[in-house]
Every structure is written in structure tokens, then in C-alpha cells.
């Protein structure tokens, strides 16, 4: 990743479970981010954090999203916890063994509560902090921009899905441009309903 505008960057994925979809505010956008974001991780090779949320209540990690399975995507952790903030020992673990400090993008649910802690944990030690804006929602909608605004307020750098890419890629000379250029097109409609429905001003 040298010589480009974002280094170390790192995906985090927020509690994408099973149990969630009929509660959280336009659930399938999120996950469409999502999934756009792994291909994106695949073809720029940035390491994969995953977490659940007691999953014995309340799932699995959505299937759709192919973490850990054959032909899926492989995750540098994909760990269960009852902590809010995805910083638990073992993801601290596996974030020790990258350079340190990572561009750490994070989707996911809920916006006012694990993404949340999860980013000023991030960023309490020193990691930069962008939040998907098309890739994060809450139970209650009205939750997700006073959440976005604070995390403005702490540090964090809120931004859409097509603009990280963009920003980490930084070089439309560089060999996997034209991949993440195919990414945005096989995404063009379902990023468009994303951006509709969970950035509302």
C-alpha cells in the first residue's frame, strides 16, 4: 500500500448478525456496503476484523457476507464478545501483529452504540478512524447522525463507501484500479440506495 493516501488501512465489521435484520433501520443497505467493502478488501488485500454480539442470542454473522466460509473471505478475527466496543483482548491481539497505527474503516450496527465505542476505542489509541456513513444504521434511525456527529466531534473522519475506495486507492495508475473501478459499477445501483436512505440530512 505504499505511495497511497490511506496506509495500513484495515476493515472492521460491526455485528452484521442474523438476529438483527428485522430490528435495524434499512439492514439490507448496510449489508450491500458491506459487501462491497470485502471486495474491495479482497482485490486491495486490507485485512478483514469481524465481530458478533452474544452470539448465542442473538446469530451468526449474516451468511451473505461469506466471512470465514469456503470461497469467502478470510478474517484476521472474527470474534464473539459481550463488549459493546469490538476491542476486545483477542482483537487487540490480532491488530498488534499489523503496523501500528492502521486507517481503521468500520460498518456496521449500531451506530450510537458498538460502532461507536469501537471508534473511540480506535482512536484512544491512536488509530486513524473512518465511519461508512452508507454502511452504518441503528434499531431507531434518529440515533445514526447525532452518533455520526459526535465521532466528528472525536476525530473520526465520517465519509461514504465509494470515497474511501477512491481515497485508498489515490492512483487510477495503479494495477487494481480497474478491479475497483468494476466494483463500483457491479455496485452503482444498490450504492445509490444506500446513500438515499441512510444519509438523509
Not at 113 to 118: K, S
Not at 174 to 187: C, H, L, S
Amino acid at each position: 500500500m505504499a505511495n497511497r493516501r490511506i496506509s495500513n488501512p484495515a476493515l472492521f465489521i460491526c455485528d452484521l448478525q442474523e438476529k438483527f435484520r428485522p430490528a435495524i433501520h434499512e439492514f439490507p443497505k448496510v449489508i450491500a456496503t458491506t459487501q462491497k467493502m470485502l471486495k474491495a478488501s479482497q482485490i486491495l488485500n486490507i485485512p478483514v476484523f469481524a465481530t458478533t454480539q452474544n452470539r448465542a442470542r442473538l446469530g451468526e454473522t449474516c451468511p451473505e457476507l461469506g466471512l470465514d466460509v469456503p470461497g469467502g473471505v478470510r478474517t484476521v478475527a472474527h470474534e464473539d464478545k459481550t463488549l459493546f466496543s469490538m476491542l476486545t483482548p483477542e482483537v487487540r491481539q490480532a491488530i498488534s501483529k499489523f503496523n501500528s497505527p492502521l486507517s481503521c474503516v468500520i460498518v456496521g450496527i449500531e451506530s450510537h452504540i458498538c460502532v461507536t465505542q469501537t471508534a473511540l476505542d480506535l482512536l484512544h489509541d491512536g488509530h486513524k478512524v473512518y465511519i461508512l456513513a452508507d454502511g452504518v444504521s441503528s434499531c431507531n434511525k434518529e440515533e445514526v447522525p447525532i452518533a455520526l456527529a459526535r465521532l466528528r466531534g472525536e476525530g473520526a473522519v465520517v465519509t461514504t463507501s465509494e470515497s474511501w475506495m477512491y481515497e485508498c486507492v489515490g492512483d487510477a495508475g495503479i494495477e487494481e484500479f480497474r478491479q475497483i473501478i468494476n466494483v463500483v459499477k457491479e455496485w452503482n445501483q444498490k450504492t445509490k440506495d444506500a446513500l438515499q436512505t441512510l444519509c438523509k440530512i
